[in-house]
């Protein structure tokens, strides 16, 4: 029997912060904060309707498990030792067990529940036989179950009790983790690939650079470590996107292109709204031009973003707009499209991105804290009206929301990346960044090797991680060569440790 696997948006222990949320967001401009999500997994109106199917024996070969995680790993004051239950799942079945030294491939969980990932995230169970692999999936703190201070009430309350929940202190909970399961399971000598996606990609090469001792390699899928501190320019996400649909169709591009001013002009109307609302089918009515733009904008970004085979979400859209009738206006051909991707409806809700889910919270926290992504569309060189990333903007709205200012600086000082090329070819070693071009994100990845070892794995018609979701007997060569030359670089990281380990002996 096949079951099929859905990750909820957000589940009813989150109930109690939505109002207080919306009250409060109410008062915050939302233009700084429509920074494109990450996540290797769409969860937004693209979500796939035929998830991953998977055996039922694929869930009892699911072992869980529960650390008792170190609050606070930076400080040495009494209350740095409460602890919390961090979960952590493991899977037994291929692997070759502590005698033989058979390796350990540790998923690094991001900015939502690990349950989604467990069936999702396909590349450590897609490899695990032929590694005689032990498989670990670890969730971030403040995320599913592995939540501080006894409730999601008291761990998101304020400052304070959210100033644990930072990558400093996840990297270090996976190190104790890691640490622990070698220990129990008497496997000092397996070697531990560390594996993530988007913001967990980066989370597996910060890993690596931090705790080599503990990371023999890893493979940072789609990780955009260079979308900070001004390194990556603030305009490459959306001029990504402006590429992927006007490679897809000229006319579909220049459509979206004119469709922006269009609105603002119906909108200025003395019943524009009105109209705008009824032409798009808005569950409600629209308060602002800018509400139905941030909207298209997501529905947008998101389906260059995830623009994975078979479908192509972008030539969806663009085959929306297009077919539809000659004498069809601007704005009609865009509902078409918002039709064509969302499918039909009895209305579009236009706060369908925006709504305080587990993962919205949480990262929203994430990015007034020290993850800065400046992404913006600051030119008329993409399809979009200019918006540029005002940083001084950003910093009060979070000073509003948290009472606390961003810090921007702070990754690429604990982490490093400026001069990339010149300072990790020095020191680090054994790390796979791998990217699919028509991914925006992509725009702040590793696109060149840095060394024999650090490694840039791209394809030109790749999408965001999509090399690390389970293989399917329809994917293309391309992405099928991709995943393979994966495999290999690991494989030879391998070969070298298990020599090394026999001339130590």
């Not at 999702?120 to 490899?127: A, E």
């Not at 201070?149 to 990558?167: I, M, R």
């Not at 260059?304 to 004498?327: F, W």
């Not at 696109?447 to 690390?468: K, P, W």
Request: with cysteine; net charge positive.
């Amino acid at each position: 029997m096949a079951m099929t696997y859905y990750s909820l948006s957000y589940s009813l222990r989150w109930l109690p912060f939505l109002i207080p949320t919306l009250i409060l967001s109410c008062c915050v401009s939302a233009a700084q904060f429509n920074v494109p999500r990450l996540g290797p997994l769409s969860r937004g109106i693209l979500r796939n309707p035929e998830p991953a199917a998977v055996s039922e024996s694929f869930y009892k070969d699911l072992k869980t498990f529960f650390y008792a995680q170190t609050l606070d790993h930076f400080n040495y004051r009494p209350e740095s030792y409460k602890t919390f239950r961090q979960r952590y799942v493991m899977n037994f079945k291929h692997w070759g067990g502590a005698k033989a030294g058979a390796p350990i491939f540790a998923y690094l969980g991001a900015e939502a529940p690990l349950d989604g990932d467990l069936v999702n995230i396909g590349f450590l169970n897609d490899n695990a036989a032929r590694f005689d692999a032990l498989v670990i999936y670890i969730e971030h703190r403040y995320y599913g179950k592995s939540i501080p201070f006894g409730s999601t009430k008291v761990a998101l309350k304020n400052a304070s009790t959210l100033g644990y929940f930072n990558s400093a202190q996840a990297i270090a909970d996976y190190a104790a983790v890691l640490m622990h399961v070698k220990k129990r399971l008497h496997a000092q000598n397996s070697p531990v690939i560390v594996i993530g996606g988007s913001y967990g990609g980066m989370l597996a090469s910060w890993f690596r650079l931090k705790y080599p001792h503990i990371a023999l390699g890893a493979l940072a899928s789609s990780a955009p470590i260079l979308y900070f501190d001004e390194i990556a320019p603030e305009i490459g996400y959306y001029s990504i996107v402006t590429k992927d649909f006007r490679e897809a169709s000229e006319s579909c591009y220049r459509t979206i292109r004119r469709s922006w001013s269009e609105i603002d002009r119906i909108a200025s109307k003395p019943n524009g709204l009105s109209i705008l609302s009824k032409r798009f089918k808005t569950c409600a009515h629209l308060e602002s031009s800018f509400e139905l733009k941030d909207y298209l904008d997501s529905i947008y970004a998101e389906a260059a973003q995830y623009n994975e085979p078979p479908t192509y979400p972008v030539t969806v859209v663009c085959k929306g707009i297009n077919g539809a009738s000659k004498r069809t206006d601007t704005l009609g051909r865009i509902f078409h499209g918002l039709v064509a991707i969302a499918g039909k409806r009895s209305c579009y809700d236009t706060k369908e991105f925006n709504y305080p889910t587990e993962t919205y919270l949480g990262w929203r926290w994430q990015k007034c804290s020290e993850m800065v992504l400046p992404i913006g569309h600051a030119t008329n060189d993409t399809m979009f009206q200019p918006e540029p990333f005002n940083l001084n903007r950003f910093i009060k709205e979070c000073n509003s929301l948290y009472s606390v200012s961003p810090r921007p600086h702070w990754v690429t000082t604990y982490y490093g990346g400026r001069d990339i090329k010149l300072i990790l070819h020095r020191f680090a070693s054994n790390i796979i960044f791998s990217n699919g071009l028509r991914d925006p994100y992509s725009s702040g990845g590793v696109l060149e090797n840095i060394s024999d070892t650090l490694v840039a794995v791209y394809t030109r018609h790749g999408s965001h991680c999509l090399d690390i979701l389970p293989s399917q007997k329809s994917d293309p060569q391309w992405l099928v060569m991709q995943r393979k030359m994966e495999v290999e670089i690991i494989k030879g990281w391998m070969d070298k440790y298990y020599t090394d380990l026999a001339n130590r002996r």
